[in-house]
């Protein structure tokens, strides 16, 4: 069974500040793919990242990292500079890669950055 | 391109009656999973549709939660006889094919019962 597990239920930093948002999962499978959404406050999911299980080379997308370790089976996202558009709550998700690909969500981690 | 599309938005129901949910996925896309989200929670999968089938429905509640992706129209989600409990946030999401694909979601739709 697939389990993903975000212990950060909420985060408040300053504006300009970095943060880091942890996500660990557990599956049995060797092969498998990694997902952050972002939900902003009004409520859609927003795709931000995806990443194959083989593939371990961290990415950076502007003010956005995504640091994958299969040997701590983590996959965490940091911010850095924040902003207040980055308010959200952030869900890492995984799925299998057998031809069902539905999502296992973690409980998310609701981020506030104050001005 | 558009989106994925639900429909409606928020919907309001009395308990006792029926709920249908629509879901228009992004064209070219055949795959369909629903998700429920309820307040203060992550996504939990309920079913997994591509077009005129059910490949999992692992998710659903036994009774009262049907799904269905016919050839044509939008995929749709019901719910007979609601209950309090039923409140909650559906989410759509479509693939175009399975291989780690991408989910992209729509806005959701916010059921309310009564």
């Known amino acids: 069974a697939q389990k993903v597990t975000q212990a950060q239920t909420e985060i408040s930093v300053v504006e300009k500040e970095d943060v880091t948002l942890d996500c660990v999962y557990e599956t049995r499978d060797t092969t498998y793919y990694l997902f952050w959404y972002k939900q902003p406050p009004s409520g859609e999911l927003v795709f931000l990242i995806r990443?194959?299980?083989?593939?371990?080379q961290n990415e950076i997308s502007g003010r956005y990292s995504w640091n994958f370790q299969k040997s701590t089976s983590s996959f965490n996202f940091t911010i850095t500079a924040s902003q207040v558009v980055d308010s959200a709550v952030y869900f890492c998700a995984l799925s299998e890669a057998r031809g069902n690909e539905k999502l296992t969500f973690g409980t998310g981690t609701r981020l506030t950055i104050i001005p | 391109n558009a989106g994925v599309m639900q429909n409606p938005r928020h919907l309001v129901r009395r308990r006792g009656q029926e709920a249908r949910l629509r879901c228009s996925p992004m064209?070219?896309?055949?795959?369909v999973y629903w998700y429920r989200q309820l307040p203060e929670e992550g996504l939990k999968f309920m079913v997994y549709?591509?077009?005129?089938?059910?490949?999992?429905e692992s998710g659903m509640p036994k009774e009262r939660f049907s799904a269905e992706f016919p050839k044509e129209g939008p995929s749709i989600l019901r719910i007979q006889q609601v209950v309090r409990g039923d409140s909650a946030a559906y989410f759509c999401a479509s693939s175009p094919w399975t291989g780690g694909n991408i989910q992209y979601f729509g806005a959701g739709t916010r059921l309310s019962v009564l």
């Open positions: 549709l591509q077009k005129e089938n059910i490949i999992d």
């Open positions: 990443r194959n299980s083989f593939d371990e």
């Open positions: 064209k070219g896309h055949s795959h």
